[in-house]
């Protein structure tokens, strides 16, 4: 079953509201340079109220790292870095997803590509004070609604980073698998040679997976940008294995530059940037995080 409804000629997923929000769409129509789809929804809701966004259906296309089909959800009507409740794709239902203020934006993003059914998803306006989560839930200061398992993981993942305030340990959970050397030849000589598996916030078991992943990344060696590019995605896929137990990420500063140097020519070669950078530690302590 479809989900798509045409809008000025190209097909967009249903978002339905179940009370008074209003929610204008615009499309981006692809272009000679690109072959890329994007829907716009910016939902509005009375003052004194916040968006709640609930995925009913969810089936797009699979992948290792949301970057060719995905849906994006925003707090407010900016669409930076800074704002962003979640970058979904695959099959598993998202969890439910709150704004902090009276505006939300979802962003949906495809391009020609593998085809599946889209999504469905409906959207309220909620009292600030009818504001809660379900107790399968943890609440962000900012009102967003998480899995509890995402509570003090070493990763932020509330826009206001409540979820890792107060945690002894705010880097990666320790593993019980032992380092191992580095194999990936595109990840070679970094500046540390030891990694761990699995590698649990991608879902890859092995560096043989990782190195599948990698693969799509060849194709931007010739960008003069690809060196930065390529630290971060080996930081990201072959985290550094820390001699005080667990795997660090990289550094937000790895990120920024990253995304400095290259978000740029990917945007010129039709590819939005990858990753969210606000996500990784805010650090240059070694301890805290890897400068690949």
């Not at 789809?37 to 916040?50: P, Q």
């Not at 407010?76 to 870095?81: E, H, M, P, Y």
């Not at 593998?114 to 943890?138: K, N």
Request: one cysteine or more; glycine letters at 6%; charged letters at 15%.
């Amino acid at each position: 079953m479809s989900f798509c409804v045409m809008t000025e000629g190209v097909c967009c997923p249903f978002l339905c509201a179940t009370d008074a929000p209003t929610a204008k769409t615009t499309v981006t129509r692809p272009t000679a340079a690109t072959s890329t789809k994007l829907c716009t929804w910016r939902i509005s809701v009375a003052e004194g109220h916040v968006v709640r966004l609930t995925f009913r259906n969810f089936s797009l296309e699979t992948q290792d790292v949301c970057e060719f089909d995905y849906v994006e959800v925003h707090d407010g009507a900016d669409t930076g870095d800074g704002s962003v409740l979640g970058r979904f794709c695959g099959t598993s239902l998202p969890a439910e997803l709150t704004s902090s203020g009276p505006v939300m934006t979802v962003l949906f993003v495809a391009d020609e590509g593998v085809a599946d059914t889209g999504f469905y998803a409906t959207y309220r306006a909620v009292s600030l004070s009818e504001r809660t989560c379900s107790p399968a839930q943890f609440a962000c200061g900012s009102g967003e609604c998480l899995h509890q398992e995402w509570l003090c993981d070493g990763w932020i993942d509330c826009t206001d980073g409540t979820d890792e305030q107060g945690c002894e340990n705010t880097t990666y959970p320790p593993f019980t698998s032992a380092c191992e050397p580095i194999q990936v030849e595109m990840c070679r000589n970094l500046s540390y040679n030891l990694t761990s598996f699995p590698n649990i916030w991608l879902s890859i078991s092995d560096q043989r997976e990782a190195a599948e992943v990698l693969r799509q990344y060849r194709v931007l060696t010739e960008l003069p940008c690809f060196q930065p590019l390529r630290r971060l995605a080996c930081g990201l896929l072959l985290p550094q294995c820390s001699p005080h137990g667990g795997v660090l990420q990289p550094c937000r500063s790895v990120c920024l530059a990253a995304e400095q140097q290259c978000g740029h020519a990917l945007e010129l070669l039709g590819l939005a940037w990858p990753f969210n950078c606000h996500l990784s530690p805010d650090s240059q302590d070694p301890v805290e995080c890897s400068l690949p």
